[in-house]
């Protein structure tokens, strides 16, 4: 019994080992590593591996299992696209398939690796010391005749280059969109794992704001509170009432035919008018009182004498 309880807790504790190796296989995908591919780059299989390198570039770049490796400065890193961004990959969880490609498809080999055997991998035992070889105990020894079949190139990103290469943002939904294939490598999964959690509360975000958008902007919303305010402004009757109501008040008929007559009566008024007339006649007459027409016999009169 005693016995059985110390095999259980080793198991445990191993396992616990190695959960907590992969939990920091890879870090966050925002590490420059100085390497720019502008277009999807050439892949061609490794001869009996599960893994594609690119012969064409100038730097240590491999495909497998659906993610992109790259070595470069003593390190591993590991990205869903072709251009990055690329997060640190642990020692300790790096693939075995990567770690046995041989080294002969390093297109760019550290100084180290000068010596060593070009058709066998790196010694990483070596390099990163008993601890780690300890750690990854038989890592370069594997059926070869039993190696899995390659994870299909994703050729999508092809035609992703230049300025139409995706942010960050849109990675993760593009690549769930076009690529199907599912991974069977712990690490790579966990990698997935890990961008789709990190990426939903974006999407969530993008998400709200866009129902928010779509609430406030909604076509029909905005005709029908323009169409209700406009049938408060510029509904017809009501035009039509107020513009009614300030024609009676200005050009009511009657209004005007009063004006108008009150107008004409005061300036026209029949007696009125004869009034003036014979003020006007009396002012611009001839003044005949009487005294003018004997004033003319007398005149007369003297004449005839003088005759």
């Not at 869903?80 to 297109?107: D, I, K, Q």
């Not at 209700?228 to 200005?250: L, M, N, T, W």
């Not at 005949?288 to 009169?301: A, F, I, N, S, Y």
Request: charged letters at 20%.
């Amino acid at each position: 019994m005693r016995y059985g309880l110390i095999v259980l807790w080793m198991l445990f504790c191993s396992i616990t080992s190695a959960a907590a190796q992969v939990r920091i296989a890879i870090g966050l995908p925002a590490v420059s590593i100085g390497i720019t591919l502008p277009i999807f780059p050439e892949f061609v299989r490794v001869p009996g591996y599960p893994v594609y390198y690119a012969p064409r570039l100038s730097s240590n770049v491999f495909f497998y299992d659906g993610l992109y490796w790259v070595y470069q400065g003593d390190n591993w890193y590991a990205s869903s696209w072709y251009n990055g961004p690329w997060g640190r990959v642990a020692p300790e969880g790096v693939p075995l398939f990567v770690l046995r490609v041989p080294v002969r498809y390093y297109r760019q080999p550290p100084v180290y690796f000068s010596g060593w055997r070009s058709d066998a991998p790196p010694r990483w035992g070596e390099y990163w010391g008993n601890e780690w070889e300890q750690r990854r105990s038989g890592w370069d020894r594997w059926n070869r005749s039993s190696a899995p079949a390659p994870a299909p190139l994703p050729v999508y990103q092809r035609q992703y280059s230049g300025d139409r290469y995706p942010a960050v943002e849109q990675q993760q939904s593009l690549h769930i969109q076009s690529y199907r294939y599912q991974p069977r490598d712990a690490v790579v999964r966990q990698y997935y794992q890990e961008r789709a959690a990190q990426s939903a509360p974006a999407a969530a975000q993008q998400k709200k704001q866009k129902t928010q958008s779509a609430k406030e902007f909604a076509p029909g919303q905005v005709k029908k509170q323009q169409g209700a305010q406009s049938a408060k402004e510029f509904a017809p009757g009501q035009v039509k009432k107020q513009q009614g109501a300030q024609s009676a008040k200005e050009f009511a008929p009657g209004q005007v035919k009063k004006q108008q007559g009150a107008q004409s009566t005061k300036e026209f008024a029949p007696g009125q008018q004869v009034k003036e007339q014979r003020t006007l006649g009396k002012s611009s007459k001839p003044r005949d009182d009487g005294k003018g027409k004997g004033h003319g016999k007398g005149e007369e009169r003297g004449r005839e004498r003088d005759k």
